[in-house]
């Protein structure tokens, strides 16, 4: 059976990645890269080295030294969306192992109210005759005619209404943003997204 490796699981294997050498690993060494790294005491990093030998995940070199067993499948469960992926497939993101689809999710955030942005969009919008949702994807149409339909809605409600991710949306708004068709405006204790000639 592939173990299922958590956070703690993956962060001795990060330090072990780093510390192994041609020859293996020696344990203090992985001790004190889990305590600088990750706050892992002594006894959990043995508690987790027996853990992987367990599984197959380290073996004995002939040399009498530890090493890695490249070759030994295990999985990772990912924190941020609850989705098994193969232990070779995942990022580490500070001593995390996420998959590739929230890794590039965290880190495509499109900033919402970025002067530089709107002034280069409104550029490239004139320079190929853009007007209203011209060049706009399908999706982004969608959005714009729903809140000019609705006079406006909070994120939460059009990431529900669309399926999509809190961040996916927040991206999108942002791109209309700097288009100029829509802001933000405080209604009560709700922000929503409105038209931007409201």
Do not use: W
Not at 45 to 59: A, N, S
Not at 113 to 126: E, G, N, T, Y
Not at 173 to 183: I, N, P, S, Y
Not at 184 to 192: D, F, H, V
């Amino acid at each position: 059976m592939t173990p299922v490796l958590d956070e703690e699981e993956i962060g001795i294997l990060e330090c072990i990645k780093d510390v192994q050498t041609d020859r293996g690993f020696h344990i203090r060494d992985i001790i004190k890269k889990a305590k600088a790294g990750y706050g892992i005491s002594r006894s959990t990093v043995y508690e987790i080295v027996g853990y992987l030998e367990f599984h197959g995940l380290i073996k004995t070199n002939s040399s009498g030294y530890r090493e890695l067993d490249e070759m030994q499948a295990y999985s990772v469960m990912c924190p941020e969306c609850d989705r098994e992926i193969p232990g070779d497939d995942y990022v580490n993101e500070k001593g995390r192992g996420v998959c590739e689809d929230c890794y590039i999710e965290a880190h495509q955030k499109i900033k919402f109210a970025d002067p530089v942005a709107v002034r280069s969009k409104k550029l490239f919008r004139k320079q190929h005759g853009f007007e209203g949702t011209e060049g706009l994807t399908e999706l982004q149409k969608e959005l714009y005619d729903f809140i000019l339909t609705e006079g406006g809605a909070t994120p939460d409600k059009i990431s529900k209404l669309f399926g999509l991710k809190p961040q996916e949306t927040s991206n999108q708004l942002a791109l209309l943003r700097h288009c100029e068709l829509v802001k933000l405006r405080k209604m009560g204790e709700e922000i929503y997204v409105v038209p931007y000639d409201s």
